[in-house]
Nanobody
């Protein structure tokens, strides 16, 4: 089992920045990738960004050039630096971890990001 705890959400004005963090604990040795999804009210959960153990990253087109995903050297914390935030970025952001020892992904409880003036 892997447990994920997110932090860093909040209220920010358009054009502002936030950094989300997600720390994994438990059986972290099987983790192959981590990342973030978001879910806006009334919409499906969508991938925002992911990062593999090798450092390969992928981003949703809507956040390219504005968001940056990274991991710490220990590999159990993933960050999402969000710049130039827009109202349409408002959503609950969920951290995920993919493990070679699990069929499904592990999920955090989510952290709310609200972009509003």
């Amino acid at each position: 089992q892997v447990q994920l705890v997110e932090s860093g959400g909040g209220l920010v004005q358009p054009g502002g920045s936030l950094r989300l963090s997600c720390t994994a604990s438990g059986n972290i040795f099987g983790i192959t990738s981590m990342g973030w999804y978001h879910q806006a009210p009334g919409k499906q959960r969508e991938l925002v960004a992911g990062i593999s153990n090798e450092g390969s990253t992928n981003y949703a087109d809507s956040v390219k050039g504005r968001f940056t995903i990274s991991r710490d050297n220990a590999g159990n914390t993933v960050y999402l630096q969000m710049n130039s935030l827009k109202p349409e970025d408002t959503a609950v952001y969920y951290c995920y971890a993919r493990s070679q020892y699990s069929i499904g992904d592990y999920w955090g409880k989510g952290t709310l990001v609200t972009v509003s003036s």
